[in-house]
């Protein structure tokens, strides 16, 4: 019997968006582009839409439409949510002629193409062998947004374009707080992946290389080339290359501290959930409050995480939302929506490796302030990411930016500072975002040498942490 229904316009039109998103502008798949009606006989409707990574299914619960033929329909799904962008009242889907679905919305008319509904494809379930948990939909939300600033964009590191999520045994920052206080498990790991963030010493020349890097310029065409190889992947000097890889972007150049970490994180007790992002210039992590069994560690794709975003910023805070999760795909699922996502089939790197073990130098900024001044300095700047010199010195920091083409600006703040000054830059733009990420009055920054990684954390809290390279001043 072909489908025709009645339904008001404020029930259907939110279903249409919600799944609505995940489908592609433009698609060399037809049925891709469109999302799939189910209309059953007592009233309920779903929507779903995939763009074969991602699948959405949007719900009204039954009583919602009034259904004189039950069935399923492929519409196109652009097309529909401009059309109820522009209608209202009461929606009427019915057979239309030459094959075509007729939706009327008060005196408006539309005759719709539509495919088989038999064509459209549908993601494998995640049932079998998932493991399940419940999170708070505010839980969820402030976790990925701790960090997802920091995803990567660079398609080539196709494992850095998410959210890496783990179960952490036990207390979920003990391993990390020990490195970030100064004692370190394991002395060895934590000073080598300092010697390739830095460069390698505290001499100039490795400082000059680790800034090349970032800024992406090339003073030293040598240094430069050897920093790229470290932090990048190239293989000027093969040893430090592969070693870095194995930190940054997931190579094994270690297998024993990987295969270690993996067999806690597969088979060990429950524990708490961790996320973290990088993009190979700041890196961020948040160790939160929520219980979780021993879980695969998995990557989430950007996209997906936007979409969780969404879906746990508009439903209520301490609302529910169950989790299933397997090695190769993950489902978020509330009473009117289900998003199923394939995760990304990669190998995150070892992060705590990354984070600075020994960096003594440290002071407390209030960080609107901070987040103030970095922006008005910046307004001369006519290059984007050009860097902020940061100057501390006793008792105050001076923030600074030259721009050879507008001039110069720069400010003073008070802080806690005391001993040697130190001179560092940062790019503006990352240390912004930072700090616009973080909600607590007053930030810690742990420092070593111009060279070295910053630490960013908030005093009393030991569940957030930011790690931002430096760039050359």
């Not at 059309?83 to 008319?109: H, M, P, S, W, Y």
């Not at 003594?360 to 001044?373: C, D, H, K, S």
Request: proline share 7%.
């Amino acid at each position: 019997m072909p489908l025709d229904l009645s339904v008001p316009h404020a029930t259907l039109r939110p279903l249409v968006e919600a799944a609505g998103r995940v489908v592609e502008r433009r698609n060399t798949i037809p049925i891709l582009s469109h999302g799939l009606l189910t209309a059953a006989a007592d009233g309920s409707l779903t929507v779903t839409a995939t763009d074969l990574d991602m699948q959405v299914e949007a719900r009204a619960p039954a009583g919602s439409a009034t259904v004189a033929g039950a069935g399923t329909l492929a519409l196109p799904a652009g097309l529909l949510a401009d059309i109820l962008k522009k209608t209202g009242g009461e929606i009427v889907l019915r057979e239309g002629d030459n094959g075509r679905q007729r939706l009327t919305a008060g005196r408006a008319r539309f005759d719709l193409a539509t495919l088989p509904a038999e064509d459209f494809p549908s993601l494998q379930p995640v049932d079998a062998g998932a493991v399940r948990f419940e999170i708070a939909a505010g839980s969820l939300a402030a976790m990925l947004a701790a960090v997802a600033f920091a995803q990567s964009t660079e398609e080539t590191r196709y494992y850095l374009n998410g959210v890496f999520l783990e179960c952490s045994p036990g207390a979920p920052a003990s391993e990390t707080q020990s490195k970030l206080k100064g004692g370190a498990d394991d002395p060895a790991p934590a000073s080598e992946t300092q010697s390739k963030l830095k460069g390698g010493a505290d001499d100039p020349a490795s400082a000059s290389e680790t800034q090349s890097k970032l800024r992406g310029g090339a003073d030293d065409p040598a240094s430069a080339s050897e920093t790229q190889s470290k932090l990048r992947g190239g293989a000027d000097d093969p040893a430090p290359a592969s070693e870095t890889q194995s930190k940054l972007r997931g190579a094994a150049y270690d297998p024993a501290p990987a295969s270690e970490t993996q067999s806690k994180l597969k088979g060990g007790a429950n524990g708490r959930l961790l996320a973290v992002a990088t993009d190979g210039h700041r890196l961020a992590r948040i160790a939160t409050a929520v219980a979780v069994p021993a879980l695969p560690p998995v990557i989430l794709p950007r996209k997906t995480v936007t979409e969780i975003l969404r879906l746990a910023g508009v439903a209520a805070p301490d609302a529910p939302i169950a989790v299933g999760l397997t090695e190769r795909a993950i489902r978020f699922e509330t009473p009117q929506l289900t998003l199923t996502s394939k995760l990304i089939d990669g190998t995150f790197p070892d992060y705590r490796r990354v984070i600075p073990a020994d960096n003594p130098r440290r002071t407390v900024l209030e960080r609107a302030a901070l987040a103030q001044a970095v922006e008005r300095v910046a307004t001369v700047s006519t290059e984007r990411g050009r860097a902020v010199k940061l100057t501390f010195g006793e008792g105050e920091l001076r923030l600074e930016v030259e721009s050879p083409d507008t001039g110069a600006a720069s400010e003073t703040l008070a802080c806690d500072w005391t001993g040697e000054p130190l001179t560092i830059g940062f790019n503006g733009r990352y240390l912004a975002e930072v700090l616009s990420t973080l909600s607590a009055e007053t930030i810690e920054l742990a420092l070593k040498d111009p060279a070295s990684p910053a630490l960013i954390t908030i005093p009393g809290d030991d569940s957030r942490l930011i790690v931002l390279m430096p760039m050359r001043v």
